[in-house]
């Protein structure tokens, strides 16, 4: 399990390294044992379940893993 703390409104921070995990995510896919992605927002008060969601799937994450 890789955890990351992320601030979604980051100023191109989040977008960097969101591509970066979905390529890490990726590469694992097919592994015997997958890798887990844990992201936890920095900003709960902006960051609703429909936001988060949104940025999700824009990035290709895979919840069922």
Do not use: C, M, W
Request: net charge positive; aromatic share 10%; glycine share 4%.
């Amino acid at each position: 399990t890789l955890v990351d703390f992320f601030p979604p409104r980051g100023r191109g921070y989040s977008p960097k390294l969101s591509a970066v995990l979905e390529k890490v995510q990726n590469s694992f896919q097919q592994s015997e044992s997958p890798l887990r992605i844990l992201s936890v927002t920095t900003d709960p008060a902006y960051d609703t379940v429909r936001i988060l969601q949104r940025y999700a799937v824009h990035y290709g994450a895979h919840p069922e893993v």
